[in-house]
């Protein structure tokens, strides 16, 4: 097998498709989640590191008005694409989540799959939740998805998954390699093995993420000052079965309402 050390976020057609599997869950919880928390009034929704889309086009297709940033170009034109081909307006910019200013404010934002740990500093990740309280209307909503560190029960340190749309399959690993607390800082392996009929590759990358127990994130919110959390959530986008966060959580959903 061919292998290349690339980025991950450098191949959107496959990284589409690698994080694809749980769109359908993902967008129906967001729509559970404006009817709970907002009543069902939002109608302008964004998504900071978008990447490709998926979610963004999605929610389109529900006669939202769609809008978000990523840092990638390439995710940006990928997304911008699925757009235009299905007659839309393209609804993506490049932009670095930590440092952007909001085009028009939104009810209703989401960061569904861990991306927020991609800001691998305290003053960046504060940037962002200025930011994102910046093009908020009062008493909006940002959904955070997170993998925590629990402090009551091991971490997992591997998993894998394989997705499939037609003739391409991938079968994606992502491991540990090193957990440094103090420094809030984990570093992971990622691979992903391509097959199609012309044959097969890997694409290896790592990545580096902050760290955040329940509490270390408890206390960026409180620092912060511009949210409260309002709910939360497993990875279960299960709206009607909230769940308390304790030092044992890993896969958490905040639910976070712009102060007023």
């Known amino acids: 097998m061919d292998v290349v050390n690339e980025s991950i976020y450098d191949h959107p057609k496959y990284y589409d498709l690698v994080f694809g599997a749980d769109c359908a869950a993902e967008m129906g919880f967001i729509r559970d989640i404006n009817d709970v928390y907002l009543g069902g009034k939002a109608r302008r929704l ?21 809008s978000g940033i990523d840092l990638n170009p390439k995710a940006v034109e990928f997304c911008n694409k699925r757009f235009e081909r299905k007659g839309m307006k393209p609804t993506a910019w490049v932009a670095d989540m930590s440092d952007f200013k909001p085009k028009r404010k939104w009810d209703l934002a989401f960061n569904t799959i861990n991306s927020f740990r991609h800001l691998t500093t305290a003053q960046t990740a504060h940037d962002h939740m200025r930011c994102m309280a910046a093009g908020t209307k009062k008493g909006g909503i940002y959904l955070v998805g997170i993998h925590l560190t629990p402090t009551a029960a091991a971490p997992s340190e591997e998993e894998s998954w394989a997705a499939r749309r037609g003739h391409l399959s991938i079968v994606t690993q992502m491991w540990t390699i090193e957990r440094a607390p103090r420094k809030r800082m984990e570093r992971f392996g990622i691979r992903f093995d391509i097959f199609t009929p012309k044959g097969q590759k890997r694409i290896a990358d790592e990545l580096r993420l902050r760290s955040y127990t329940p509490k270390q ?31 044992s959580c890993e896969d958490v959903v905040y639910v976070l309402r712009k102060r007023g």
């Not at 497993?234 to 304790?246: C, R």
């Open 46 to 66: 964004f998504e900071p590191a978008c990447g490709t889309g998926r979610l963004l086009y999605g929610l389109a297709k529900h006669d939202f008005e769609v």
């Open 217 to 247: 994130f408890q206390s960026l919110i409180d620092t912060e000052g511009s949210w409260e959390i309002a709910g939360t959530y497993d990875f279960g986008y299960d709206v009607s079965e909230p769940i308390k966060v304790d030092a």
